[in-house]
């Protein structure tokens, strides 16, 4: 099967990099992509959402925020803000973070909330959740 270059970009770090990759399916501005090799070239903004990439030794899950993606027929580069690998994601950390995202919403009125920075950050909080493989995200919603 043929295989294409794929690097995952935050500022911090390269959060991803195989020349193995089968596959790659995103959330984009557009709704879900999956890419494999020989893609027409494109350049697309991407939602918070999940980041699953197949290569040769499996499938790697990230959870990752807002950014853009680079895709040629033989490479695939993924710059986000932040990415976290399903296995580096603290659960108990996810898990407080949407609760406080909900509470900051349930009295938006009283306290001057920023109402989309906490639907941000509960949107990202349930990302995180539901990347995570140690969870299923119907218990999270």
Do not use: C, W
């Amino acid at each position: 099967m043929a295989t294409m270059n794929v690097s995952i970009v935050t500022p911090e770090r390269v959060a991803y990099e195989s020349d193995d990759v089968e596959i790659i399916n995103v959330r984009t501005i557009d709704g879900n992509r999956g890419i494999m090799p020989n893609h027409e070239p494109l350049i697309t903004g991407l939602n918070i959402g999940i980041i699953r990439v197949k290569d040769g030794s499996g499938e790697d899950i990230f959870s990752a925020t807002q950014g853009y993606m680079e895709v040629k027929p033989d490479e695939v580069t993924v710059l986000v803000g932040s990415a976290e690998h399903s296995e580096e994601i603290d659960v108990d950390r996810a898990l407080a973070a949407k609760e406080e995202a909900e509470e900051r919403l349930e009295k938006k009125h009283e306290d001057h909330i920023d109402e989309r920075q906490a639907e941000i950050a509960l949107e990202k909080a349930l990302n995180r959740l539901q990347a995570s493989k140690h969870h299923d995200f119907d218990q999270f919603e």
